[in-house]
């Protein structure tokens, strides 16, 4: 991703950071790939919620640390959530992760990425989450600007 832009924004609550990621699942089309960074407890599941019921889902969004993946029916496609915390080598899952990856009709949704990589395409939206206080968060969005469609009306 080396002509990646970065863009950044503070969040002051859980529910701020989860109308953005709506604001931003709102622009999914299908194909995309996001990868969510941050410490554990760091807002990836909130994200993960505010993004699926942004793509109007009405799926209940849980964190998939314990099962892996799981996904989950938007309107227009599917939405595949991996969390790679609990692996200490990606195994079949990584086979699993790259049949979905590009398909048109999923939007692949990735956490604790650095497993897996190798399998991650360039073209994707990085979004790293760090605590600013108690409740406050810096989103940092990095992006191709083939994706750049993802951040229209997101704030």
Do not use: C
């Amino acid at each position: 991703m080396s002509t990646a832009q970065t863009w950044h924004i503070d969040s002051t609550s859980s529910e701020q950071t989860e109308q953005l990621a709506a604001d931003l699942g709102r622009n999914l089309r299908g194909g995309e790939v996001i990868e969510l960074v941050s410490d554990l407890g760091g807002g990836k599941t909130t994200f993960a919620r505010g993004l699926v019921h942004g793509a109007k889902s009405v799926d209940a969004v849980s964190s998939p640390s314990f099962t892996i993946s799981k996904v989950y029916q938007a309107q227009h496609f599917d939405i595949h959530h991996f969390d790679f915390y609990r692996l200490l080598e990606p195994g079949i899952i990584a086979d699993e992760l790259a049949e979905v990856l590009g398909d048109p009709h999923v939007v692949t949704v990735v956490e604790w990425g650095a497993i897996v990589r190798h399998v991650l395409p360039k073209q994707r939206l990085t979004i790293t989450i760090e605590p600013t206080s108690e409740n406050g968060r810096r989103l940092s969005f990095r992006y191709p600007e083939s994706l750049a469609y993802l951040l229209k009306g997101v704030a």
